[in-house]
């Protein structure tokens, strides 16, 4: 898997912040309409906005427009790319793991 610092940024900052924490937990258990979102989180509809679209580019979240009102739910896809890219930054390679950095 190809690593790209950029994109991997985006994505795990989605999750570096505790509003939006909130927000994927209420997203766990389907799709929600951004007024849902309001009622269930103490922020303002810009902040609220702000927090979705981090969340919909990092690729985690999607959302749909329906009437005046946008919906969100979790990207299985996102979300498994999310997961693949903490598995690849957190994997110890054998080689690295057998060489000390101060052999010669």
């Given amino acids: 898997m190809e690593l790209d610092e950029r994109r991997i940024a985006l994505v795990f900052k989605a999750f570096c912040d505790e509003n939006r924490i909130r927000i994927l937990r209420l997203l766990a258990s389907g799709e929600k309409c951004a007024c849902r979102l309001l009622e269930e989180i103490d922020i303002t509809q810009p902040t609220l906005s702000h927090h979705m679209k981090i969340l919909c580019d990092s ?28 598995r690849a930054l957190t994997s110890v390679s054998c080689t690295d793991r057998d060489k000390s950095c101060c052999d010669e």
């Fill in 59 to 86: 690729g985690v979240v999607v959302g749909r427009k329906e009437g005046k009102w946008m919906h969100y739910s979790i990207s299985a896809e996102g979300s498994e790319t999310a997961a693949k890219y903490l």
